[in-house]
C-alpha cells in the first residue's frame, strides 16, 4: 500500500490516518498497519470514509468477532450489532426525550463493555449527521495515567480487581429494563492490565467501576475516583470534534472516553456504532464471588 500520513492528536495518544479507505476488503499489509496503529497509537480517526453500514460490519469483522449490542439483546434476545449514538432513530425521525435522558449516560467517563465477563476491544465510531455546536467526544489514556504513577502507587494497584457494573453506573441517569439489567450481572476484572503486544501497562477504570474487593466502599470509592481525577486531567483530554464522514476506532483496553452535551431540540446527531469482542486481546475476568 501506499504510505498513509499520520497526524498525532494528543501527546498522549491519537493518530488521524490519511491515505487509509476502510472496508471489508483490505489487503493484509493494510489491515496489519491499522492493527499496529491501535497499538501504538490506541485511537485513530480516518476522515472522509465513504461508510455504510454493511461495510462497517464488514470492516468491523476483518479486527475480530463483532460484538452484540447490550440494550437490544438484553431487553428482547435480538442480536444486533449496530448501536446509534445520537438523537435519531433509524426511521430519520429524532428520538424522544427519554432517549435523551438514556443516552447522556455517555457523558460519564467510561469504557465500553467493561461491564461485560468478555469486555470490548474496540469501538468503531462513524459519524453521518453531527451538531453544528457541541457534542464533541472526549478520550483519555488509562495507559498514560498508569505511566504517571509513582512506583508505590503502581504496587498498591497491582494486585487488586474491580468489580463493573452497569446497573451500578446507568441506574443514577435513567431506569434500566429489568431485562437487561438481569443480563448483565457484576463481573470482576484486574485492576491493572499489559497489553499483549507490547506488554505496556494500564489500569481499567470508567463509570462502570463499582467498588474494590477486600475493601470499604468509602475506600473504592476514593482510588476509583482519584485514578479517574489522574486520568482526565484537562491536559490529558483529546477532545474531537466529528464530522461527516470520519470513522473512529478507539481501544477499550486503555482508553476511556465520555460524550459532551448539545442542544438536542436544536440539533440532529447520527452516529452508528460496532465493537469488536476482546477475546484474547482484553482483560481477562475473574469469577465474582460477593
Not at 66 to 74: I, N, T
Not at 115 to 123: A, D, G, L
Request: proline share 7%.
Amino acid at each position: 500500500m501506499s504510505k498513509p500520513d499520520i497526524q498525532p492528536l494528543h501527546t498522549d495518544f491519537g493518530a488521524r490516518i490519511l491515505g487509509v479507505t476502510l472496508s471489508g476488503d483490505m489487503a493484509l499489509d493494510t489491515l496489519d498497519f491499522i492493527r499496529q496503529s491501535i497499538e501504538q497509537y490506541s485511537l485513530l480517526c480516518f476522515p472522509e470514509q465513504d461508510m455504510n453500514d454493511e461495510k462497517q460490519l464488514a470492516f468491523t469483522h476483518l479486527l475480530g468477532t463483532p460484538e452484540a449490542e447490550h440494550v437490544r439483546f438484553g431487553r428482547t434476545g435480538e442480536v444486533s450489532y449496530f448501536g446509534t449514538v445520537g438523537n435519531i432513530q433509524d426511521d430519520g425521525t429524532k428520538a424522544d426525550t427519554a432517549n435523551a435522558r438514556y443516552q447522556s449516560g455517555n457523558q460519564l467517563w467510561h469504557s465500553d463493555s467493561s461491564f461485560r465477563e468478555t469486555p470490548s476491544f474496540v469501538s468503531i465510531l462513524h459519524a453521518y449527521e453531527v451538531p453544528g455546536e457541541g457534542g464533541q467526544t472526549e478520550f483519555a489514556s488509562m495507559r498514560a495515567g498508569y505511566a504517571r504513577l509513582s512506583d508505590e502507587m503502581r504496587e498498591q494497584i497491582e494486585p487488586l480487581h474491580v468489580v463493573h457494573d452497569y446497573v451500578f453506573s446507568r441506574s443514577p441517569i435513567a431506569p434500566v429494563n429489568p431485562n437487561h439489567a438481569a443480563s448483565l450481572p457484576p463481573v470482576m476484572h484486574p485492576m491493572v492490565c499489559a497489553n499483549p503486544v507490547n506488554g505496556l501497562k494500564n489500569y481499567y477504570i470508567g463509570s462502570h467501576a463499582r467498588s474494590i474487593p477486600g475493601w470499604s466502599g468509602i475506600d473504592s470509592r476514593q482510588l476509583l475516583d482519584t485514578l479517574l481525577e489522574h486520568t482526565t486531567a484537562p491536559e490529558r483530554i483529546l477532545s474531537l470534534a466529528f464530522k461527516p464522514g470520519d470513522t473512529v476506532i478507539w481501544d477499550n483496553r486503555c482508553i476511556l472516553h465520555r460524550g459532551t452535551g448539545y442542544d438536542v431540540n436544536r440539533w440532529r446527531r447520527r452516529m452508528r456504532q460496532t465493537r469488536v469482542v476482546g477475546g484474547d486481546k482484553g482483560v481477562i475476568p475473574k469469577p465474582l464471588q460477593e
